[in-house]
Nanobody, 120 residues
């Protein structure tokens, strides 16, 4: 199994910054992509940002220019730098990783979530 552990959430004032981290561990052969999703109560989970092993990134329109996703392949870790935070960014943020545990076995794992709260 592959486990993901997120850290870095918290409470911040509007305009502030937070950096989320997501570390993958377990039986990992390779990780194709890592991403961050968020969920607000009563709404669907949405993709915030994702990055491939080759560092190709894509972002939700709502965070473009404010958030930056990066990864350290050697550490199996992804980061989400969040700047100019807005109250509407308040949500539980989840890390996701897809890859292979072996040449035949794929995985798609989720973290437990970390709360981000932005006060106005």
């Amino acid at each position: 199994q592959v486990q993901l552990v997120e850290s870095g959430g918290g409470l911040v004032q509007a305009g502030g910054s937070l950096r989320l981290s997501c570390a993958a561990s377990g039986s990992i052969f390779s990780i194709w992509s890592m991403g961050w999703y968020r969920r607000v109560p009563g709404k669907e989970r949405e993709l915030v940002a994702a990055i491939t092993r080759g560092d190709t990134a894509n972002y939700a329109d709502s965070v473009k220019g404010r958030f930056t996703i990066s990864r350290d392949n050697a550490k199996n870790t992804a980061y989400l730098q969040m700047n100019s935070l807005k109250p509407e960014d308040t949500a539980i943020y989840y890390c996701n990783a897809e890859g292979r545990q072996s040449t035949l076995l794929r995985f798609n794992s989720w973290g437990q979530g970390t709360q981000v709260t932005v006060s106005s």
